[in-house]
């Protein structure tokens, strides 16, 4: 079944560690994206990538990384620079760059814990 | 800026109870809005995509329409299946690659 996977559902951060999140798709999808979900807020999008070898930062991609080595794969690294990173954390990706059509497609997320 | 609000903030009906979901927004040219449900601890399911004023699409009992300045989802004789925060998203002109999201509707619905 083509789809987005992420793992670990479930990460648990001490204080000043680095943690990544994983993200693959195997929709032959380009682009792909990382989002932060709080609640009572809207999602967040931390980076995106159009293509292999390039990104783009989003609204609050301070304390966050991103690599796009491979077109199915777009994991997220979460630093200690993220004063507050506890959250549910969304990858989606979106068909051809220059496809008419633009819905985003969400993987099952990554809830993420700062003990 | 970008904005999009959604109303209410949450909502509850009878199994059966016809209602409305609105998504009002303010965005710089409208490339496209977006309907999601997303069930608790799961990620965001695509219902819809609404692209013009006057557009309206339709999925079981599901369905989207949009004006220049808001987006509704009706909702037809609803089951408890249905209980699910509803997102709506904009997507701006330009290249923009952004959604932009509102801060949802959670639906419950009772038997």
């Known amino acids: 079944d083509g789809g987005i996977t992420q793992s670990p559902k479930y990460l648990f951060r001490k204080e000043g560690q680095n943690v990544t999140l994983s993200c693959e798709q195997n929709?032959?999808?380009?682009?792909m994206y990382w989002y932060r979900q709080d609640p009572g807020q809207g999602l967040r999008l931390i980076y995106y990538?159009?293509?292999?070898?390039?990104?783009q930062k989003g609204d609050i991609a301070e304390g966050y990384s991103v690599s796009r080595e491979k077109k199915e794969s777009f994991p997220l690294t979460v630093t200690s620079a993220q004063k507050n990173p506890t959250a549910f954390y969304l990858c989606?990706?979106?068909?051809?760059?220059?496809?008419?059509?633009?819905?985003?497609?969400f993987g099952p997320g990554t809830r993420l814990t700062v003990l | 800026e970008d904005q999009v609000t959604q109303s209410p903030e949450a909502l509850r009906l009878q199994e059966g109870e016809s209602s409305s979901l609105n998504c009002s927004y303010t965005?710089?040219?409208?490339?496209?809005l977006f309907w999601y449900r997303q069930d608790p601890g799961k990620g965001p399911e695509f219902l819809f995509t609404?692209?013009?004023a006057g557009e309206e699409k339709e999925k079981e009992r599901l369905k989207a329409t949009l004006t220049k300045k808001e987006s509704f989802l009706h909702i037809t004789a609803p089951k408890p299946e249905d209980s699910a925060t509803y997102l709506c998203?904009?997507?701006?002109?330009?290249?923009?690659?952004?959604?932009?999201f509102g801060k949802g509707t959670k639906l419950t619905v009772n038997p």
């Open positions: 929709l032959n999808h380009d682009a």
């Open positions: 989606a990706s979106r068909a051809d760059r220059y496809s008419s059509y633009n819905e985003q497609f």
């Open positions: 609404l692209y013009s």
């Open positions: 998203a904009v997507q701006a002109k330009g290249g923009s690659e952004k959604l932009v």
């Open positions: 965005v710089s040219g409208l490339r496209g």
């Open positions: 990538s159009q293509i292999v070898n390039d990104f």
